[in-house]
């Protein structure tokens, strides 16, 4: 799945793709890498970022959706990352078949409609899920979680359910790891599981890790976290952990590389 931000303040490429010409193009690019899915947003959900007007949503997604509408003849999915009714339904005339939800809230709406739906756990919401996230065991109730908001789905209908443990939205790296480690206890429960890694902080920090461990002693210490765009390594990594413990779609925003180290885990060299 690739990540299509039309966004000015999305963490990783906030106002890279805010004309809709830019964004079609990158669309098509990500496409050509091997993107099964394009996931188009139009509000940032990182840490700390406050809600946008659906109106404003809409007047940034629904163009860009609208042109992308050609690219289900060639089997490209179009889903729409929202936590807002009305742009979901704004989406769903506009192309979009498949409803990436990150306040695991919508199912009626994908069932009333007829939509795939993704149910992500997040620990409060942008604005707070950060300050000191706290579990009493990361893995049980992330998956109790996401297993009841799937099974309500399902009774109400909804068809294609997907479950992403929400790596990085109320999680700190400890969690995150933990969550990566255990993947499989969520994917045993039976439903289709999508993971985004890509170029998160926590990444970010792996790599600065491995950095640090590569560095003759008596060196100053570096940063405790690589800058975003030098997160490519950490995110193909942590791509290829999940595709080997049972995810069935990873999100990312560098989708040439991803397609590559998941062609080499699955054998499949030379082909979608």
């Not at 179009?78 to 979901?88: F, K, P, W, Y």
């Not at 590569?214 to 570096?222: E, K, L, N, V």
């Not at 405790?224 to 080997?244: K, M």
């Amino acid at each position: 799945m690739g990540v299509l931000n039309v966004t000015p303040d999305s963490f990783s490429d906030g106002g890279a793709h805010l004309d809709a010409e830019r964004a079609v193009a990158r669309a098509r690019q990500m496409v050509d890498e091997g993107a099964a899915w394009i996931d188009v947003g139009g509000e940032s959900t990182r840490p700390g970022a406050e809600p946008v007007d659906p109106a404003e949503e809409c007047r940034r997604v629904l163009p860009v959706l609208e042109a992308l509408a050609p690219l289900a003849a060639e089997g490209v999915g179009l889903s729409i990352d929202t936590r807002n009714e009305s742009t979901a339904r704004a989406a769903v005339r506009h192309g979009a078949t498949l409803l990436n939800d990150v306040s695991a809230s919508l199912w009626p709406v994908a069932a009333e409609l007829g939509l795939g739906w993704v149910a992500m756990h997040m620990l409060g919401d942008p604005r707070t899920m950060q300050r000191e996230p706290r579990y009493d065991d990361v893995v049980d109730e992330v998956r109790r979680f996401l297993v009841g908001r799937a099974g309500e789905a399902r009774a109400a209908g909804v068809e294609q359910i997907w479950v992403d443990p929400g790596i990085g939205f109320g999680k700190t790296t400890r969690h995150n790891l933990e969550l990566l480690g255990h993947l499989d206890v969520l994917a045993a429960e039976g439903f289709d599981v999508l993971v985004g890694t890509s170029r998160k902080r926590f990444t970010g920090e792996l790599l600065a890790r491995s950095d640090a461990a590569a560095t003759p002693r008596g060196t100053p210490p570096g940063p405790a976290t690589t800058p975003v765009e030098d997160r490519l390594e950490g995110s193909v990594a942590t791509a290829a952990w999940a595709i080997l413990h049972g995810a069935a779609m990873v999100r990312a925003h560098d989708v040439g590389p991803t397609v590559q180290a998941a062609a080499v885990l699955t054998g499949r060299l030379g082909h979608r």
